[in-house]
């Protein structure tokens, strides 16, 4: 999929190919994440009603704001709009009171039983517990979840094209529509250890729809095989050409969102003790010594995770008779 990306806010007009399963946007705080996807939302939008005018189809997509978690607790009637310019006229208003939208979608979609069924199965899954009542308040984790899934299931039933009778007619439905998912943030109010299993839950409830996310998160970027990883900084994408999938997280923090993995002392000395091992600098007794009681003392963490350096290092020392070689 191409699409034009105008210029707008911090955005600069640019294009982006959407080829793969999941693509993700990371990058610094106001460098345009959430900006680029509400633009390539509204673009898709106004794509999909000139389609519709002109008697074709356009491309599907769904824009949700993850951080918007708030809902009315008013009651609302149907939610479901006539044609593509009703629901178009529709989407553009929601995101004024985007509370009142989720309270739409949660008295309607909710009322299925199928539907209801399938988040409840999924929020097990991901979350390790059973979550019997979805009209209940819940954490803010699992709400986000529960607001994702009505938000993507909305856009894939509101024409009445997915027969919500049953679970099983449901899913398939819902497996066989392609949507564009973008995503804002997703990793919002949720344990990592359930960030790690997101995406690919996404994928096996909505396998034929391609999903764009933004993020903060270093653990969203490396849990997914068939993934597009962009940098956005100063309002332009960047495809990143190396391999995150199981990427070291240490090195993702270090490489890509420049936080340093240790001190720049430690990371000093531990360079030294490296040396030392390899033969490639002199060794000094002492300050191998000085090395280890400061890191036992300022950084037992580091200590721990370390000190088979320090070891090593200290066995040199004993290769050379426990002399200091100048």
Same mark, same amino acid.
């Given at each position: 999929?191409?699409?034009?990306?105008?210029?707008?806010?911090?955005i600069?007009?640019?294009r982006?190919?959407?080829?793969?399963d999941? &693509?993700?946007?990371?990058?610094?705080n *106001?460098?345009?994440?959430?900006s %680029?996807?509400?633009?390539?939302?509204?673009?898709?939008e106004?794509?999909?009603?000139?389609? !519709?005018?002109?008697?074709?189809?356009?491309?599907?997509? $769904?824009?949700?704001?993850?951080?918007?978690?708030?809902? &009315?607790?008013? *009651?609302?009637?149907?939610p479901?709009?006539? #044609? $593509?310019?009703? !629901?178009?006229?529709?989407?553009? +208003?929601?995101?004024?009171?985007?509370?009142?939208?989720l309270?739409?979608?949660r =008295?309607y @979609?909710?009322?299925?039983?199928?539907?209801?069924?399938?988040?409840?199965?999924?929020?097990?899954?991901?979350? +390790?517990?059973?979550?019997?009542?979805?009209?209940?308040?819940?954490?803010d984790?699992?709400?986000? %979840?529960?607001?994702?899934?009505?938000?993507?299931?909305?856009?894939?039933?509101? #024409?009445?094209?997915? #027969?919500?009778?049953?679970?099983?007619?449901?899913r398939?439905?819902?497996a066989?529509?392609?949507v564009?998912?973008?995503?804002d943030?997703?990793?919002?109010?949720?344990?990592?250890?359930?960030?790690?299993?997101?995406?690919?839950?996404?994928?096996?409830?909505f $396998?034929?729809?391609q999903?764009l996310?933004?993020?903060?998160?270093?653990?969203?970027l490396?849990?997914?095989?068939n993934c597009?990883?962009?940098?956005? =900084?100063?309002?332009?994408?960047?495809?990143?050409?190396?391999? !995150?999938?199981?990427r =070291?997280l240490d090195?993702?923090?270090?490489?890509? !969102? /420049?936080?340093?993995?240790?001190?720049?002392?430690v990371?000093?000395d531990i /360079?030294?003790?490296?040396r030392?091992?390899?033969?490639?600098?002199?060794?000094?007794?002492?300050?191998?010594?000085?090395?280890?009681?400061? @890191?036992?003392?300022?950084?037992?963490? @580091?200590?721990?995770?370390y000190?088979?350096?320090?070891v090593?290092a200290?066995?040199?020392?004993e290769?050379?008779?426990?002399?200091?070689?100048?």
């Amino acid at each position: 999929m191409e699409i034009q990306i105008p210029q707008v806010n911090v955005i600069k007009q640019q294009r982006m190919t959407i080829d793969k399963d999941v &693509s993700i946007i990371y990058g610094y705080n *106001n460098s345009g994440k959430t900006s %680029i996807l509400k633009a390539i939302y509204t673009s898709l939008e106004t794509a999909l009603l000139t389609s !519709f005018l002109s008697g074709g189809d356009g491309q599907r997509s $769904v824009y949700i704001p993850t951080n918007r978690l708030i809902y &009315s607790p008013v *009651n609302t009637k149907d939610p479901l709009p006539e #044609d $593509v310019e009703d !629901f178009v006229s529709y989407q553009r +208003g929601i995101y004024d009171d985007y509370s009142l939208h989720l309270k739409h979608l949660r =008295d309607y @979609l909710l009322g299925f039983h199928s539907v209801s069924e399938l988040i409840r199965q999924r929020l097990g899954e991901i979350f +390790g517990m059973e979550i019997s009542d979805l009209h209940e308040r819940h954490s803010d984790g699992i709400e986000n %979840i529960i607001h994702i899934y009505l938000c993507i299931i909305w856009e894939m039933v509101w #024409d009445r094209s997915v #027969d919500m009778s049953k679970l099983e007619s449901l899913r398939r439905g819902l497996a066989g529509k392609n949507v564009l998912i973008m995503i804002d943030e997703i990793e919002m109010f949720l344990h990592v250890k359930v960030q790690a299993k997101l995406i690919s839950s996404l994928k096996a409830d909505f $396998v034929n729809s391609q999903i764009l996310l933004t993020t903060h998160s270093p653990l969203i970027l490396t849990r997914y095989k068939n993934c597009a990883i962009y940098c956005i =900084d100063d309002g332009v994408l960047t495809l990143e050409q190396q391999p !995150f999938y199981y990427r =070291d997280l240490d090195d993702v923090f270090e490489s890509f !969102f /420049s936080v340093d993995e240790l001190p720049p002392e430690v990371s000093r000395d531990i /360079s030294y003790l490296g040396r030392v091992i390899l033969r490639e600098c002199p060794y000094d007794g002492r300050e191998v010594d000085r090395i280890a009681a400061y @890191l036992r003392e300022d950084y037992p963490s @580091l200590y721990q995770k370390y000190n088979r350096f320090v070891v090593k290092a200290q066995g040199v020392g004993e290769s050379l008779g426990g002399e200091r070689a100048e």
